[in-house]
Nanobody, 123 residues
Framework: QVQLVESGGASVQAGGSLRLSCAFS????????LGWFRQAPGQRREGVFC???????PGIVSEKGRFTVIRDQAKSFGYLEMNPLVPEDPATYSC?????????????????WGEGTLVHVSS
């Protein structure tokens, strides 16, 4: 069974940057898709940035130019870099994965999830 744990959530002033981390249980990370999702209070979870297995470029990105995904296979870590943060970004961010090369970037396409980490942006 695949397990994921997010970390790095914090309260950051608008215009600042933040890196969220996703630790995976032992498996070949580059053989599976990696996705980052966010859910604001009272809203549905939405895809933010998803990458395909072994992809050198992101497959789907909703915040081009502000969010970047990095996959570190050696350390079994996935990262979401957010720079700059804007007032609309506050939400609980979760990482997910699926045991297929590319399930897309919707919640129904991912079977394994972390519990999420909270991001707050002050202005």
């Amino acid at each position: 069974q695949v397990q994921l744990v997010e970390s790095g959530g914090a309260s950051v002033q608008a215009g600042g940057s933040l890196r969220l981390s996703c630790a995976f249980s032992v498996f070949r990370l580059d053989a599976h898709a990696l996705g980052w999702f966010r859910q604001a209070p009272g809203q549905r979870r939405e895809g933010v940035f998803c990458v395909s297995a072994e992809g050198k470029e992101p497959g789907i990105v909703s915040e081009k130019g502000r969010f970047t995904v990095i996959r570190d296979q050696a350390k079994s870590f996935g990262y979401l870099e957010m720079n700059p943060l804007v007032p609309e970004d506050p939400a609980t961010y979760s990482c997910g994965t699926q045991l297929t090369p590319w399930p897309g970037c919707t919640t129904r396409g991912y079977d394994y999830w972390g519990e999420g980490t909270l991001v707050h942006v002050s202005s």
